[in-house]
């Protein structure tokens, strides 16, 4: 699987941030047999890493 990198702000949609970025969040007929972002199909699953020091902890 290809790896995108990109900043996405706090609160931010993280579907439209992929692929605002390009990024293929879908793979053959997923890229048409989707739900278009209303999380029913679990189909643009992405896996999220943090850089550095966590914030979270500050918004407790």
Request: with cysteine; net charge positive; glycine share 10%.
């Amino acid at each position: 699987m290809k790896t995108y990198e990109f900043k996405a702000g706090y609160g931010a949609n993280l579907r439209q941030a992929a692929l605002y970025n390009d990024a293929e969040v879908y793979k053959g007929l997923n890229k048409f047999l989707n739900c278009r972002g209303s999380g029913l199909c679990a189909k643009c699953v992405v896996e999220v890493e943090t850089y550095g020091k966590r914030q979270w902890a500050n918004l407790l």
